[in-house]
C-alpha cells in the first residue's frame, strides 16, 4: 500500500502570512489530490494534480506535484481565516485511476488575527 | 484506530433497479456519516452528509430523490441508489466522522449498473 506522509501535522500561522504544506508519497503518485475539512464537515475538493512539475491554482491557494511526482505542496498565500480546517493529501497509486484513494496523515491549520 | 465497514463491496445491478449501501461503525459512535463518490482517475466528490435522527443535507447537483441516505442509528447510514443507471455506475465511500475533526473511511462499495 501506499504511504503519504503529510507535514507539518499542525501549523498556526498569523492572518495575511503565506505557509507551506508539504505531501510525501513513499511511491511514484498517479494522481494527487488536495481537500479541505472545516470542523464537522465532510472532505472538500480544491485541486488534482496529474503530470509531473504541474502547478495549479485557485484563488491564493497554489499546488504544485513534483517532477518525480513523488512529493506535493500546497501553499497559500496571505492566509485569511477562511483557510483555518484540516488539509489532507490523497493520492491514486493505480495506473488506472479507479482504486480507492489514499490519504495523507493531515495538517491542522489555524489562523490567528 | 476506528473501523468502518461498507456492504457490499461490490455489487452489480440491472438498470430501473434499487441497490442499498450500509456503513456502519464498528467500535464507535458516529452522529455524522459522510457520503462520497468517486469516479475514474477523479477525486472523492463530497454527495451528502448524514445525521443521525435528521435529514442528510446534500451537495448542490446531487438529487436528493435519486439518492436517499438514511442515518437510523449512532453506528449506521444506508445510501440507497434508486432506479439505478449505467451513469450510477461508481466508487461510492462513507466516512465517519469523530470529534468533529477525525474522519474513518470506509472501504468503499463499487457499484455497477448494467
Known amino acids: 500500500s501506499q504511504e503519504l506522509e503529510q507535514s507539518p501535522q499542525s501549523l498556526i500561522v498569523q492572518e495575511g502570512k503565506n505557509l507551506t504544506i508539504n505531501c510525501t508519497s513513499s511511491?511514484?503518485?498517479?494522481?494527487l489530490y488536495w481537500y479541505k475539512q472545516k470542523y464537522g464537515e465532510g472532505l472538500i475538493f480544491l485541486m488534482m494534480?496529474?503530470?509531473?512539475?504541474e502547478e495549479k491554482s485557485h484563488e491564493k491557494i497554489t499546488a504544485k506535484l513534483d517532477e518525480k511526482k513523488q512529493q506535493s505542496s500546497l501553499h497559500i498565500t496571505a492566509s485569511q481565516p477562511s483557510h483555518a480546517g484540516i488539509y489532507l493529501c490523497g493520492a491514486d497509486g493505480s495506473n488506472f485511476g479507479n482504486e480507492k484513494l489514499t490519504f495523507g496523515t493531515g495538517t491542522r491549520l489555524t489562523i490567528i488575527p | 484506530g476506528a473501523v468502518v465497514s461498507q456492504h457490499p463491496s461490490w455489487v452489480i445491478c440491472k438498470s430501473g433497479t434499487s441497490v442499498k449501501i450500509e456503513c456502519r461503525s464498528l467500535?464507535?459512535?458516529?452522529?455524522?456519516m459522510f457520503w462520497y463518490r468517486q469516479f475514474p482517475k477523479q477525486s472523492l466528490m463530497l454527495m451528502a452528509t448524514s445525521n443521525e435522527g435528521s435529514k442528510a443535507t446534500y451537495e448542490q447537483g446531487v438529487e436528493k430523490d435519486k439518492f436517499l441516505i438514511n442515518h437510523a442509528s449512532l453506528t449506521l447510514s444506508t445510501l440507497t441508489v434508486t432506479s439505478a443507471h449505467p451513469e450510477d455506475s461508481s466508487f461510492y465511500i462513507c466516512s465517519a466522522l469523530v470529534r468533529r475533526e477525525t474522519q474513518y473511511f470506509g472501504p468503499g462499495t463499487r457499484l455497477l449498473v448494467l
Open positions: 494534480l496529474q503530470k509531473g512539475g
Open positions: 511511491k511514484t503518485l498517479y494522481g
Open positions: 467500535d464507535f459512535q458516529a452522529t455524522t
